[in-house]
């Protein structure tokens, strides 16, 4: 018989829902925190961008029993992903399980001695404690703006200039008649270069470190997703523990999948004009292929072309007033300067302490199945990982962790096993697969696949594939049939 237990969630977003129904379906009594007076996350409106849409098409971004509508676009924009997670939420009553406006300030083992942390939760002007025998944290990667100071900004903002971070870039009026600067070049940073240079701005100079491969939603004329996201691709990179035989196999095709990259840059080249605009990156694409790799802003290419944005590589030096100095030497006109540079991975509230046994000296996170830290027993984490499909991933892990937390798991792993498994992927993305250290190795793109495989083995599920071969190799991951896999998973209930 499995135990109810306690359980608090601490956060509101994708993965936050997703967990909150999955440990309730089991029987346990959740308990979810979200500091923000809304569902959503990244999604939240008063934390969106103008223009924000996802990069991941609709089918791959959504939960595996509830689709996104018919009628939303194939990359539905940012009101439509909040209102499909809030009607996820109302479809599984999640909010009779949350606290809103409530923040976790704190966590602790309890005092006692006992299993499971001590919250420390503030509401308005409430503060208090409260214990639980487990701790889901779904916090994301997109909870602590990265901010950035340069020196002169004091005196270029008391001379009427604007510094923002991306995220609150959210009215584009303030564009308007400005001179914009944007740093950083990512996703953020380009959606919200196309958008001042659409709405209204005298010029647009979009600042960054270095080249890196974007893919249109489009490439070829054929959607990215019927080209990359398919296991036929992830098999061409060097993936995890690979057997001697799959190195054997790896070094005969080395030469075809050679010319497949080279193929897919030639396109991406030539249809993006990367050579024009001095874009073309130094690196080969299935070298750097990972949670970082852009899609590319639709109306970017068009607005370089137009030459409304420009871009320079480099970076912010500082400012004067009116004025942003870049590392070319170059200074150039500024009025508004918005900082495209990210959030900072971290958990803030989890002391020191922990922390230490949890990320390594370099920022490489020990996670076994980028869920669960040995070290840090009774907790575990849901959509800390970056994916293309974080929606999917975010409840597939739910999944394993209330098996794990439950010791349902068919291969609930020994200390020793999770501690030899963390060693051995920390050694491969350090040593194999540079890339893959991005987000402090908390990134399973380009191979989802073989993450949901080790997952969904681990649960026990009697089917993790499509019965077509053909279909398993060359389609993208389906969210309905991962739900099917899902229920060959044994059952059970707390209570
Ligand atoms: C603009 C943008 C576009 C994206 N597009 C895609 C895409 O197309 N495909 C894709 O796979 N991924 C995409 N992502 C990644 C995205 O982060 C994930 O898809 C997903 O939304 C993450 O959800 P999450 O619940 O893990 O984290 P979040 O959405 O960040 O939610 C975390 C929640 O935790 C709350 N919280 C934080 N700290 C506390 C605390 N101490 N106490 C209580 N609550 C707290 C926050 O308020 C927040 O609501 C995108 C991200 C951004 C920013």
């Known amino acids: 018989m499995v135990s109810r237990k306690k359980v608090a969630v601490i956060g509101g977003g994708v993965s936050g829902l997703a ?89 602790d083992r309890r005092a006692d001695g006992s299993a499971g942390w001590t919250l420390t939760l503030r509401s308005g002007a ?38 923002l971070h991306s995220s609150d870039y959210t009215d584009p009026t303030r564009c308007e008649g400005k001179h914009v600067t944007v740093l950083g070049a990512s996703k953020s940073g380009t959606d919200i270069a196309v958008n001042a240079a659409r709405n209204g701005a005298k010029s647009v100079h979009l600042v960054y470190r270095e080249n890196v491969w974007r893919v249109p939603y489009f490439v070829g004329g054929i959607n990215f997703k019927k080209l990359l996201y398919m296991r036929a691709q992830e098999m061409q990179f060097n993936g995890w523990s690979r ?9 005969i095709t ?26 073309v990156p130094d690196s080969p694409i299935e070298k750097e292929a990972s949670c970082s790799l852009p899609i590319v802003t639709p109306g970017l290419f068009e607005e370089l072309n137009t030459g409304r944005i420009t871009p320079v590589i480099g970076s912010i030096v500082s400012y004067e007033p009116g004025k942003v100095k870049l ?21 803030p509230y989890l002391a020191q302490e922990y922390r230490d046994k949890l990320i390594e ?34 409840e597939m892990i739910a999944n394993w962790l209330v098996r ?20 051995e992927m920390l050694n491969w993305r350090r040593k194999e697969r540079p890339a893959a250290q991005v987000y402090g190795g908390l990134c399973s793109a380009p191979f989802h696949f073989r ?23 060359f389609a993208p991951p389906s969210a309905a049939a991962y739900g099917q896999f899902l229920a060959t998973a044994p059952q059970y209930r707390a209570g």
């Open 243 to 251: 057997s001697p035989a799959a190195r054997l196999m790896a070094a």
């Open 327 to 347: 590392t070319t030497g170059v200074t150039i006109p500024c009025d508004l300067s918005i900082l495209a540079v990210g959030w900072k991975l971290g958990i």
């Open 451 to 473: 993450h949901f495989d080790e997952l969904m083995q681990d649960m026990g599920a009697q089917t993790w594939k499509r019965s077509n071969p053909i279909s398993e190799t």
């Open 19 to 107: 967990a909150a129904k999955t440990f309730d379906e089991k029987g346990h009594r959740v308990c979810g925190f979200e500091r923000s007076h809304d569902f959503g996350g990244v999604w939240e409106l008063s934390r969106s961008y103008p223009d924000v849409q996802t990069q991941s098409p609709k089918d791959l971004y959504c939960y595996t029993d509830h689709p996104m509508p018919e009628e939303y676009p194939e990359w539905p924009k940012g009101p439509q992903v909040h209102a499909y997670l809030h009607s996820y939420a109302e479809k599984n009553r999640l909010g009779r399980l949350y606290k809103l406006k409530t923040e976790v300030l704190s966590m």
């Open 254 to 279: 080395k030469p075809l999948v050679w010319a497949n990259f080279r193929g897919l840059e030639t396109l991406l080249k030539l249809q993006l004009g990367l050579k024009k605009h001095n874009m």
């Open 126 to 163: 409430n503060e208090w404690t409260e214990a639980f025998d487990f701790v889901a944290i779904c916090t994301g990667q997109f909870s602590e703006k990265n901010i950035l100071t340069h020196p002169g900004q004091d005196a270029f903002q008391e001379a009427g200039g604007t510094v």
């Open 361 to 394: 000296k370099d920022g490489q996170y020990r996670t076994y199945r980028l869920a669960v830290n040995p070290d840090l027993p009774d907790m575990g984490f849901v959509g800390f990982n970056s994916s293309f499909c974080t929606v999917l991933s975010a």
């Open 404 to 423: 794990y937390m439950d010791g349902q798991l068919a291969r609930q792993p020994s200390r020793a096993e999770m501690d030899a498994n963390i060693d």
